[in-house]
């Protein structure tokens, strides 16, 4: 390990102090407090809405006083993901992070600096006394992670400035000016479970160490999935020997690639043998496919207690709709200058089993909202067939580039003069809540830019500590340089 100064140390002792304090999607209040005070506690208007989000205003400084105001923005919840052994509780315990060379990461949990270390910049903006601006508004939304609910219920005149900052995108010099919509499809088996035949021996697999990673960013990196993983061994059980399912588990969030996932099943016991050797040449299989990506993959197969299955249709027909689900990038965009950015993708979330049921949660996303509705249609199609109910959310729309954005044009400039290079002007794969607020504020001048982050929605999120120092210096050359009203 290097010993690397964190800089700027305004805006660490930020992220730092936010790393204390539980924010779990959904599950926000502490944090929300502890901005509402931060805010009231330094003479600032303070305002929480209905839904939960919080806005902070700050004056502009001396001789800035004619400038457009600019909204910064970003969520202060955070994904919650550990080590499956870990012994972490995100509703109490403090997130431990530590110094790996020039990059921050955390101790066996997700670090949070997606988007914490964005409130944690707009809390150093708004507790720092010498920086040159107009007026700020510095918004934070709750639960962007499982529903961007905080920028949906966010109700137009809330914000009230021309221009929005978001501080949420994951690669220094890179200016995103668009991103995709998207939409989660629940699908849900239900049954009554029945003792197993006598001459079944029941079996446990279970997959874990894998990379997973965003299910928007990183999506087209070849990762495996571990649901997809495992439901392509199960269905060849099933097709193979027959197969009576008591357990599959695999995924947590609808935004992260699948990491591991286990399955309890039975299969005549005259087969174990032939399966147990079907499974050495499937692993191995699949290690060399996923050679480049995947480094460490950890497969197990053991015997299991006998248990309740579920009825052999159902499991027929969830093992094979798990099977036929796509997933992974659908199309890549069409037009020349963005053809290396996917258009539209699904990424298989989760299972889980429970008493009487078996719930499937996906991701669809896609920056044409007719092709976001088709993939979403054709998902909803698998799992109607597989004799699932199955439900849609209403998703997030996507947002769309505006070719005359003056705040692009500031963005652009300022970071050339500053590196002396031109960023990336960008769109992205993934959902920001930049989309709602177009809706919402249809005249707001936007872009989202940030810090380097790598293993976003996993324990391997690391953050760079040289590009938050970037990031803050040209944020600061950027208020310096909006225009007057």
Request: charged fraction near 25%; include cysteine; glycine fraction near 8%.
């Amino acid at each position: 390990m290097n010993n690397i100064e964190l800089k700027p140390a305004c805006v660490f002792e930020m992220f730092a102090k936010l790393n204390q304090i539980p924010r779990p999607s959904k599950r926000e209040e502490k944090i929300i407090e502890y901005l509402k005070n931060f805010g009231e506690s330094r003479g600032l208007e303070t305002v929480v809405d209905e839904t939960g989000n919080v806005i902070i205003r700050k004056p502009a400084t001396k001789g800035f006083e004619n400038r457009q105001t600019v909204i910064l923005q970003s969520h202060m919840d955070m994904v919650c993901e550990k080590l499956v052994d870990l012994d972490f509780d995100f509703d109490k315990d403090a997130i431990q992070t530590y110094v790996d060379g020039e990059w921050l990461t955390a101790k066996g949990t997700t670090l949070g600096a997606d988007d914490g270390i964005g409130c944690a910049i707009e809390m150093a903006i708004l507790d720092s006394n010498d920086l040159e601006h107009g007026p700020i508004e510095c918004v934070f939304t709750r639960d962007e992670e499982t529903g961007l609910t905080g920028a949906m219920g966010m109700k137009p005149g809330f914000m009230t400035g021309d221009m929005l900052i978001n501080l949420d995108s994951e690669d220094e010099g890179q200016i995103f000016v668009s991103c995709a919509g998207g939409r989660n499809t629940t699908a849900t088996f239900h049954f009554e479970r029945e003792k197993a035949p006598a001459d079944m021996f029941f079996l446990k697999v279970s997959l874990k160490g894998l990379v997973g990673g965003h299910s928007g960013d990183d999506i087209n990196k070849k990762r495996a999935n571990a649901l997809k993983v495992l439901a392509r061994f199960a269905y060849m059980v099933q097709e193979k020997y027959g197969l009576r399912l008591a357990c599959f588990n695999a995924g947590k969030l609808h935004n992260a690639i699948p990491r591991d996932g286990m399955i309890v099943f039975a299969v005549p016991a005259d087969k174990k043998e032939n399966v147990r050797a079907d499974w050495n040449v499937f692993t191995a299989a699949v290690e060399e496919e996923y050679h480049v990506t995947e480094h460490s993959m950890q497969f197990a197969m053991e015997s299991a207690e006998a248990a309740d299955v579920l009825p052999l249709d159902v499991s027929t027909r969830l093992i094979q709709a798990l099977q036929a689900a796509d997933n992974g990038v659908f199309a890549m965009c069409q037009d020349e200058e963005i053809a290396w950015l996917v258009e539209t993708s699904n990424n298989m979330a989760s299972v889980e089993t429970k008493e009487k049921e078996v719930v499937v949660i996906s991701s669809q996303r896609s920056n044409v909202m007719s092709a976001l509705d088709n993939q979403a249609a054709t998902i909803k199609a698998v799992f109607q067939l597989a004799g699932a109910d199955v439900v849609q959310g209403d998703g997030y729309p996507a947002w769309k580039m505006n070719p005359n954005s003056a705040l692009t044009k500031i963005t652009v400039d300022t970071y050339k003069k500053l590196f002396g290079k031109d960023p990336k002007v960008l769109g992205i794969h993934a959902g920001l809540e930049c989309g709602l607020f177009s809706e919402k504020y249809p005249n707001l001048d936007m872009v989202s830019f940030g810090p380097t982050l790598r293993g976003v929605h996993s324990p391997d999120e690391r953050l760079h500590i040289p590009t938050v120092q970037m990031v803050w210096d040209h944020l600061m050359e950027i208020l310096k340089n909006i225009p007057e009203k």
